[in-house]
Structures are given as structure tokens and as C-alpha cells.
């Protein structure tokens, strides 16, 4: 018999596996992969989740594994640049999923969570409306008073509770991503063009990871050729271009429109949703990760007795981030007020730095977005 039992291993779970046994729960966690293992999905972590990863004690070993870390973004939107350090020494970092995944599960492991990997679960056990166990492929099964789904954004365990969806987006963009050598990329850079967003950053081994999105409704035309819309993209931005044409591409394309943005109630009788199953959103801003690792934090400390709400903590926290990425998902250019206020941002290191500690996940949107602060950034570009 466990306390808690998390259902899937990545950062959502492992995390959540990690914290829970580091505060003494006796703690299973399942996951269908064996780490490491690669995932569909690029790998920026923001500042906020790096701080995690920082006072969890494990990004010395991101960096010890040869994960570039950087202070610096270099953020460019329809030609106006935002380029600065995140506030507050923010760090930000890209390492590979095969990296990231496998440190988190070893992590849970070391801190006394049992770790099985290869275990796929077929259903959880119920009693009425109260789950107390899982069941797997196999016809094994393990009992607890509480199951955790980190099991990503098409969870089973979501599923078999029949979680409310509170919030949903229809799929709004297409994304591919590969990775070159011989790239010269110091620091991550982002660039938004009409009906374009694009992201290249260092990452493990010395390659570069380069991402590019378009509107979901040009897929048809977009899957014809893949390399050549990816680098038809990033010859709109700069001399990213040529710098990745002449590098070499030195793995496979991945392409995907599987990319959802919904919003699940978190929590039931028995049960508690974590990362992508509770809560996905495109991943244009890159926030994904970041939020597994607050969610895990938020969860352990709500079942271990230190928290309030983990649910009205979690929607408080990301609901505002959700809605601005599902406007940028739309890849539309910045337009009149939009356009102006970016500008204004841009002319002074103070509000760059803001504007970023957004996307970081160290300045709550609302705190951009508040009228007296937009009014001051205006007022401050009018008086040049
Ligand atoms: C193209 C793309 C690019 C992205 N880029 C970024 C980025 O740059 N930065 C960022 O922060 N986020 C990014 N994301 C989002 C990020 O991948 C997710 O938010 C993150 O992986 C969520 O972590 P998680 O632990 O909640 O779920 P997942 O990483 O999806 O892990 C879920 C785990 O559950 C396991 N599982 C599922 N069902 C079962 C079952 N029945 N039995 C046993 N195990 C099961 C799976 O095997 C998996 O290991 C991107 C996503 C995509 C698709």
C-alpha cells in the first residue's frame, strides 16, 4: 500500500514523485517509457521552472550533463527587438528531453519514490466516484488513497474521472522542430512574423534546436515540404537563416499538430491532475515544462499539509498565461495599440526586462498588463 501513487514520469510526475517522498510519503510512480527517453517536444525551461530545478538541487547536474545555460533572450517581434537579461538573475536553459527526463526520474528515485518504468496503465480502481488504485496492462494492480495523473495531455487518468474541461482552444498552430551542428547560437533567440513564430536555442552536445510554427490551416501545405517551409521561415528573421544553412541538420524532422490547449478541473475524490493532463496550452511560449515543475511543487506541498488550494493556486497562477499564449498561438502580426506598446517596451531596458519576466514566469502577466503600468511605459517613450 502507497500514499500517493503518480501516474506517468516526466517533469509533471517525476517532480511530483520527488517532492511527495522527499516529505516522507511512501510514493509510487508508473510510467509506460524507460528512461531515457525522448519525447515529442522542444525544451526550453524558463527562468521560473530553472529556479526549481536550482533549489530541488539538480541543476548543477543539467549543466554537469552539458546543458548551456544563458541570462540573456533575444526576443524579436515583427522587427521590434527585445533583447536583455531576465530580472532577477533569471536563468534559462534547453536540455534535451532524453537529459531532463531521465535527471527527474533518477532524482525521484534517489529522494525514495519506487520508480517503474514499462508499466502502462489500463484503468484505475474505483470505488463509486472514489479512486484508490491503478490497474495495469498486465492485470497488476496498486492501491492508494490518492492518484496523481502526470500522464500527459491525452490522460487516462482524466479520462476515467471524466475531469471537466473548464477552458478549451481548438488547435491553433502546426509545429516542426529539428536539431543542427556547427550553428553559431550563444543564446536562445524568438522571433514572431506574420503567420510565423520561430525559436532557436543551444542545447546538449553542442547542437541547436530550431523550431518553427505556422496557422494549423496551412498543414496541407506545410507537410508537402517540411525542410523547406522550416528554412523558408527562418530566412525571414534576420541572419538566422544563413546561420542555420550553414550548420548541419543532424537528426530527423519532427512535425506535429497534435496541440491542444485545454484546461481540466485538477482534482476529485482520490485523484489530482498535474502538468499537460490538468492544464496544456500551445507550445509557442514554452511553458509547459516550467508548469509541470510549479504544478508538482504546488501539489506536494497542498498533500503534504503546507499548501492551501491547489487548484484555485494553480488556475490563479497560469489561467492569465494561458489566454495570452492561445492569442499568440494565432500568429498574428502586432497591430496598432499592440505595435506602439511593444515599441515603447523596447526603449527601455526596465520594461524589456518586464516583458520578459512575463514569458520567464517571474512577472505575472496582470502586472504588464495593468493600466497604470502600460500608461507609464507610454508616457515614458512620449517623453523619449
Ligand atoms: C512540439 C512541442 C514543443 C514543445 N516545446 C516546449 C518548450 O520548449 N518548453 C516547454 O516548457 N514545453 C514545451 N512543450 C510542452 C511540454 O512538452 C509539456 O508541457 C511537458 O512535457 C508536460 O510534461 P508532463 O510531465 O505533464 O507530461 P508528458 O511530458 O507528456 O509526460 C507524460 C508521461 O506519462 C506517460 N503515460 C501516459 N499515459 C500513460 C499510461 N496509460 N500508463 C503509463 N504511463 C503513461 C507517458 O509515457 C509520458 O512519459 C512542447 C510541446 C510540444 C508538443
Do not use: L
Given at each position: 500500500m502507497y500514499d500517493v501513487i503518480v501516474v506517468g514520469a516526466r517533469p509533471a510526475g517525476a517532480a511530483t514523485a520527488m517532492l511527495l517522498a522527499r516529505h516522507g510519503l511512501r510514493v509510487l510512480v508508473v510510467d509506460r517509457a524507460r528512461f531515457p527517453s525522448d519525447t515529442l517536444s522542444t525544451h526550453q525551461i524558463q527562468p521560473a521552472g530553472v529556479d526549481r530545478l536550482r533549489r530541488w538541487g539538480l541543476l548543477e547536474r543539467l549543466i554537469a550533463a552539458g546543458t548551456p545555460v544563458t541570462g540573456q533572450v533575444r526576443f524579436d517581434i515583427g522587427g521590434t527587438v527585445l533583447e536583455g537579461r531576465f530580472p532577477a538573475g533569471g536563468l534559462l536553459c534547453s536540455p534535451r528531453r532524453t537529459v531532463l527526463d531521465k535527471l527527474l526520474v533518477d532524482a525521484a528515485r534517489e529522494a525514495g519514490a519506487e520508480v517503474v518504468e514499462g508499466f502502462h496503465v489500463a484503468g484505475l480502481l474505483k470505488d463509486g466516484d472514489r479512486v484508490h488504485g491503478i490497474r495495469g496492462r498486465d492485470g497488476t494492480e496498486h492501491r492508494a488513497p490518492v492518484v496523481v495523473g502526470?500522464?500527459?495531455?491525452?490522460s487516462l487518468v482524466a479520462k476515467e474521472v471524466a475531469a471537466p474541461v473548464l477552458r478549451e482552444v481548438a488547435p491553433r498552430t502546426v509545429a516542426s522542430y529539428s536539431y543542427w551542428e556547427g550553428?553559431?547560437?550563444p543564446v536562445g533567440e524568438l522571433y514572431h512574423r506574420p503567420g510565423r513564430a520561430v525559436a532557436a536555442f543551444p542545447t546538449n552536445d553542442g547542437l541547436t534546436m530550431v523550431y518553427a510554427a505556422a496557422p494549423v490551416e496551412e498543414f496541407g501545405t506545410w507537410r508537402t515540404d517540411v525542410e523547406g517551409h522550416l528554412l523558408d521561415t527562418v530566412d525571414r528573421c534576420g541572419d538566422l537563416g544563413k546561420r542555420v544553412r550553414d550548420g548541419r541538420r543532424v537528426e530527423r524532422l519532427r512535425t506535429t499538430v497534435d496541440l491542444p490547449n485545454v484546461v481540466r478541473r485538477a482534482h476529485g475524490p482520490g485523484w489530482f491532475l498535474v502538468g499537460d493532463a490538468g492544464l496544456v496550452m500551445d507550445p509557442v511560449t514554452a511553458q509547459g515544462i516550467g508548469n509541470a515543475l510549479a504544478d508538482a511543487e504546488l501539489l506536494a506541498s497542498a498533500i503534504a499539509g503546507a499548501g492551501t488550494g491547489y487548484q484555485r493556486e494553480r488556475d490563479d497562477a497560469r489561467l492569465p498565461m494561458f489566454d495570452l499564449t492561445t492569442g499568440i498561438a494565432e500568429l498574428r502580426p502586432a497591430k496598432g495599440f499592440n505595435a506602439r506598446f511593444l515599441r515603447a517596451v523596447a526603449r527601455r531596458q526596465a520594461s524589456t526586462e518586464q516583458f520578459l519576466g512575463v514569458f520567464a514566469g517571474t512577472v505575472p502577466v496582470r502586472a504588464l498588463r495593468r493600466p497604470g503600468n502600460v500608461a507609464r511605459i507610454l508616457v515614458q517613450r512620449a517623453r523619449g
Open positions: 502526470a500522464d500527459g495531455k491525452h550553428v553559431d547560437m
